[in-house]
């Protein structure tokens, strides 16, 4: 947060300034009775701010600080007492969840009940001017030490959420990495797994049955060949490509082909059978659908 030092220079605050704020005192604390009833009839209009003054003790409290506040805005030094104890009236805003556009807008009730008490009582035009340039100064400092307090509790949060956001992302990544990488391991074993299951169908197809060897062989060979394309899928899924649905439905269809292809040289009843084709059937249309879903989306 910024020095007073670095406040006075940027909002051009000078010795000039400084004479002003006397003759506004002059000017303005006279009427502070008048200030602290405009300001709290003033916030009772709204619902929500005269929430926070719902007890007499409450009501008093803010009277109290406001016509402090009022008197310390002419008469307080700028230095770095004052400011923070502007900080600390930002915080308090904060601490009781007073939304920041109204400490907006009350400053601009302020700005506008004073604006007309310099107007009324300083006839000199040129005066007039120098004294509210002086005076929206000393406002707008005020207000930006006030609002920064709201700035840094966002930003608190932000900081606070963005940081377990960042290591929570972060482990997740690792972890699906490497959970990636174990299904990489268990799909290259189940692929060796079946590729001596076809080593041993040819075996017996040669050895004992060619008829139920192929056969199985076919099978086997059907499930190899889904174990590569589910391994090509994995693959690219490691390098940032994107998983396709389609690779499941294709693999539940090749089972149910490997499956029909068994059940036929087993010699299982008709309802096996009709259930196989008909379960080959359903997998069919859905494949075609997610092939044409893709085919769209790609075209898009």
């Known amino acids: 947060m910024e020095s007073i030092d670095e406040i006075q220079r940027d909002y051009e605050l000078t010795r000039l300034d400084e004479d002003n704020l006397k003759e506004l005192s002059e000017i303005l604390l006279p009427s502070i009775e008048e200030f602290a009833a405009d300001f709290y009839s003033y916030l009772m209009k709204d619902h929500y701010t005269a929430s926070f003054f719902e007890t007499e003790t409450a009501q008093r409290r803010r009277e109290e600080t406001i016509k402090k506040w009022f008197e310390d805005l002419f008469t307080a030094r700028y230095d770095n007492r004052y400011l923070v104890r502007l900080r600390k009236i930002g915080k308090v805003h904060v601490k009781i969840g007073l939304k920041g556009h109204y400490v907006n807008a009350s400053m601009n009730h302020i700005r506008n009940f004073c604006h007309r008490q ?18 929206n100064k000393v406002l707008d400092i005020n207000l930006d030490v006030m609002t920064s307090s709201y700035r840094d509790a966002e ?21 699906l990495h490497g959970l990636n990488l174990v299904l990489m391991i268990g799909l290259l074993t189940m692929a060796v797994g079946v590729a001596s299951l076809l080593a041993q169908d040819v075996v017996y197809a040669f050895t004992t049955s060619l008829e139920t060897g192929v056969i199985k062989a076919l099978g086997s060979l059907l499930i190899l060949w889904m174990m590569i394309e589910l391994l090509h899928t994995q693959v690219e899924h490691l390098r940032g490509g994107r998983l396709h649905v389609r690779i499941f439905v294709e693999l539940a269809l090749v089972a149910f082909i490997r499956k029909l292809f068994v059940a036929s040289i087993e010699e299982k009843d008709p309802i096996t059978f009709g259930l196989l084709i008909g379960g080959l059937f359903v997998l069919g249309i859905l494949l075609y659908f997610l092939a044409k879903a893709e085919n769209t989306r790609q075209t898009i």
């Open 155 to 175: 930003l608190k949060k932000v900081f606070v959420s963005q940081r377990v956001e960042s290591v929570i992302i972060r482990w997740s990544e690792r972890l």
């Open 118 to 135: 310099v107007i009324e009582l300083v006839s000199d035009a040129d005066k007039r001017r120098e004294l509210l340039e002086t005076l």
